[in-house]
């Protein structure tokens, strides 16, 4: 019951996030799986090929009085490629990590994102849900994860993990979405859905 | 006379999104900040007509600045410009002195309508 409860959060609060990409890149984004799990967190590293995949990654912490919960956006090297491309509408033609206006292009996609990810969850759990400035890092997977879990003082190595993974129609982009909150917050979310 | 605007926000692909869209629609974008307090440092120095203002930025956020310019310029005519677009920020953001509020990401015309209706609503005397 919980865990379904929880599913249709993520279902629709992650509807809400891609809409707010397809609306950026006037393209057709589709959610490809929506699940909850409790998971170790290096199975995020199954998703890609393994800790030392080149990725990017988008981060913010989603917050109110007492209610936290970190959000990330990743995607694979090319694919971040693409998606500025796709946003901008222009190929790039220098490396992502050296343009400035490239690097702004995805953290706002993020933002954009990560907002209506929020917005969505903000109405469940009846609370103003505020966000931090929007991070970004592009490394190896484990080392990003690895620098963001030690900021988000995760104590052990299994969160509960709210995943999607979305993808552009034309097949053309890809990424992946997590929403973990901590254990506290997971009680205000049963509280206010009405789930004990 | 074009009305001026200043646009804020701290991703420049946001800045130059907006910025178009009010240049292509008869606007003079006279400046850019990328967070509050530099929004507060350019409002004084460019006294513009319009303020777009997003919320989340580094140093100092949106609606803090927006009510340091209504402290500088009650009649300051300023429209949010936010992803987060939940209904106690909308109303915390209007309480602050923003005209309206536009919810990210959004089409040119909803802009152009926002904007143009904010400017109405201020006496040209």
């Known amino acids: 019951m919980r865990i379904d409860a929880l599913k249709e959060l993520g279902n629709i609060s992650s509807a809400h996030a891609v809409t707010g990409l397809s609306e950026l890149l006037r393209k057709r984004v589709d959610v490809a799986i929506t699940s909850v799990d409790i998971i170790p967190l290096h199975v995020i590293y199954n998703l890609f090929n393994g800790p030392e995949s080149m990725v990017s990654v988008v981060y ?55 907002g209506c990810y929020l917005n969505a ?11 931090s400035v929007p991070q970004i890092s592009h490394d190896m997977l484990g080392a990003v994860m690895d620098s963001v879990l030690i900021d988000l003082s995760v104590e ?8 999607t993974a979305f993808t552009l129609t ?13 254990s506290d917050s997971l009680s205000v979310i049963f509280n206010e859905i009405g789930v004990d | 006379m074009k009305p001026k605007v200043l646009v804020v926000d701290d991703a420049i692909f946001m800045r130059k999104m907006i910025a178009e869209i009010l240049v292509e629609n008869g606007m003079d974008v006279v400046g850019e900040a990328d967070n509050g307090s530099t929004a507060i440092e350019r409002y004084k120095e460019l006294k513009p007509d319009l303020v777009t203002m997003d919320i989340i930025m580094p140093e100092m956020n949106g609606i803090d600045a927006v009510r340091q310019i209504m402290a500088l310029d009650s009649q300051a005519r300023i429209v949010m410009c936010s992803a987060l ?9 209007i309480s602050a002195g923003a005209r309206d509020y536009l919810i990210k990401p959004f089409n040119p015309s909803r802009v152009v309508e926002v904007v143009k209706k904010a400017l109405d609503h201020v006496p040209t005397a």
């Open chain 1, 121 to 131: 969850l903000s109405t469940f759990i009846n609370r103003k849900v505020m966000h």
């Open chain 1, 60 to 114: 913010i912490e989603g917050y109110s009085e007492d209610f936290r919960g970190m959000m990330f956006l990743i995607f694979p090297h090319p694919e971040s490629v693409r998606l500025v491309e796709l946003a901008t509408g222009k190929l790039l033609e220098e490396d992502i990590l050296k343009d400035e206006y490239s690097l702004s292009t995805l953290r706002e996609i993020g933002n954009i994102m990560c």
């Open chain 1, 170 to 182: 034309d097949g053309r982009c890809k990424g992946f979405m997590f929403f973990v909150p901590t």
């Open chain 1, 156 to 163: 052990n190595d299994y969160a509960f993990v709210l995943e």
């Open chain 2, 85 to 93: 677009g939940q209904q106690a920020l909308v109303q915390e953001a």
